[in-house]
């Protein structure tokens, strides 16, 4: 496992992090297989583990907290903030109240007296973005917390975000977590550039597309019975725009699939090899997050840990897929509030 500098931190972390989105109601109901997946990630060379206050309403972090018992030293432990966690209307979002308060709740699900990386899992433009650094800041004078991170934020407010620290003299977010996948490139628009002009790590996450990229689902080929969609379906929820075909984007995503199944071949590697290989090929990304639901998926991702794309194939993927553009929009993973009808209507 190769390690890196986590921005200007210091930290060396794993060009693998465990993302446990997929421990507990979210994906693997089995806590105890959960709890040996994350064990066995460790003895694989990962100490970087990453999760959220909302991830299964809580069970996440619960059995995150649970598997590392004995270990905690081991890990940067990542988690983040923002979700909605309950029905009162702040309980949730990016205030002083909320920070403060989930902090704590965080903590005591973790078993655990601080957290490494405490990060805001999406803006929010109802909160200043001074007042958020302000209680964030507390934290981590407190001991509670010792970095800052945000994830999914536009470049236009990771830069707002820096300006304000500075000049405010508060702590500033040293990582930030994006998508980013073969599918989802719109970040090296401006995203990578901003986060590589200001010493920040990067964090990338669904680098498989949320299982696109493994070949799971193919033209004139129904999912699998495992796969996200399939769960969905089984479990009488509406389809997630990423994977309802009747949306143009994912049809050219089956499209793509199959194009970028022809470049693996000829590169002698599969699908999963080399969509996960290409995610830590960029020089602004630190770590990308795996997020396996079975033991199998979890091995299978950790055999790819040393895979190195040559500079044959990365031109071969951009003739696919062109660089700095995503396929399908709902792969973007948050929508900014003024792109609704009724922000871009004067009545």
């Not at 206050?53 to 996440?60: I, L």
């Amino acid at each position: 496992m190769e390690y890196r500098t986590l921005g200007r931190t210091g930290v060396k972390v794993s060009a693998y992090c465990l993302g446990t989105m997929m421990f507990g109601p979210w994906g693997n109901t089995d806590e105890d297989e959960c709890v040996r997946m994350l064990q066995a990630s460790l003895d694989g060379g990962i100490n970087f583990v990453d999760t959220a206050d909302v991830y299964g309403e809580g069970r996440s972090e619960e059995i995150t907290g649970k598997a590392l018992k004995g270990r905690r030293d081991d890990v940067v432990l990542a988690t983040k903030v923002h979700g909605e966690m309950g029905k009162g209307p702040n309980e949730q979002g990016n205030s002083r109240l909320w920070i403060q308060r989930e902090v704590e709740a965080s903590l005591r699900r973790l078993g655990t007296d601080h957290i490494d990386l405490y990060q805001m899992h999406r803006p929010d433009p109802s909160a200043d973005i001074e007042d958020t650094l302000g209680a964030l800041t507390d934290l981590v004078r407190q001991g509670k917390v010792r970095y800052l991170g945000c994830s999914t934020f536009p470049a236009w407010q990771i830069v707002e975000s820096q300006w304000v620290s500075e000049r405010r003299g508060l702590e500033r977010f040293v990582c930030e977590q994006p998508p980013y996948s073969i599918l989802v490139r719109h970040i090296e628009q401006n995203v990578l550039a901003v986060t590589q002009r200001y010493g920040m790590g990067v964090i990338v996450w669904s680098p498989l597309a949320g299982g696109w990229l493994t070949g799971k689902y193919r033209r004139d080929q129904d999912a699998p019975g495992d796969s996200r969609a399939a769960r969905f379906a089984q479990q009488g929820r509406p389809v997630a725009a990423r994977f309802d075909t009747s949306r143009p984007g994912n049809q050219r995503k089956l499209d793509v699939v199959e194009d970028l199944a022809a470049v693996a071949d000829k590169a002698g590697l599969s699908m999963t090899e080399m969509a996960m290989a290409f995610t830590v090929a960029h020089p602004g990304v630190t770590s990308t997050i795996i997020g396996p639901r079975t033991p199998q998926q979890l091995q299978n991702i950790l055999a790819t840990a040393d895979t190195r794309l040559d500079a044959d194939t990365l031109d071969a993927i951009d003739e696919v897929v062109q660089p700095g553009t995503t396929v399908e929009e709902s792969d973007r993973g948050w929508t900014p509030p003024w792109m609704d009808r009724e922000a871009r209507r004067r009545s």
